[in-house]
Nanobody, 116 residues
Framework: QVRLVESGGGLVQPGGSLRLSCVATGSIFSIAVMAWFRRAPGQERELVALITSVGTGRYVDSVKGRFTISRNNAKNTVYLQMNNLKPEDTAVYYC??????????WGQGTQVTVSS
């Protein structure tokens, strides 16, 4: 079992930046992919970014060039650096991990609100 705890959300003005962190504890040795999802008001959950065990990142088109996902395997932590935030980025952001090909561990979520 993997437990994930997110932090770093908050209220920021358009154009601002936030860095989200997610710390994994428990059965961490089997983690392959770490990812960030988000659910905006009235919308379905979407995959924002993922990072593989070798550090390759993928992003949804709407955040490319603005967000950067990274991981520190020694600290069992994944980060999401979010720059040039837009109101449409407002959502609850969730950390998730894959162990055997599915996202089977999820954090509790952290709220990101982008508003002037």
């Amino acid at each position: 079992q993997v437990r994930l705890v997110e932090s770093g959300g908050g209220l920021v003005q358009p154009g601002g930046s936030l860095r989200l962190s997610c710390v994994a504890t428990g059965s961490i040795f089997s983690i392959a992919v770490m990812a960030w999802f988000r659910r905006a008001p009235g919308q379905e959950r979407e995959l924002v970014a993922l990072i593989t065990s070798v550090g390759t990142g993928r992003y949804v088109d709407s955040v490319k060039g603005r967000f950067t996902i990274s991981r520190n395997n020694a600290k069992n932590t994944v980060y999401l650096q979010m720059n040039n935030l837009k109101p449409e980025d407002t959502a609850v952001y969730y950390c998730a991990t894959q162990t055997r090909g599915v996202y089977d561990s999820w954090g509790q979520g952290t709220q990101v609100t982008v508003s002037s």
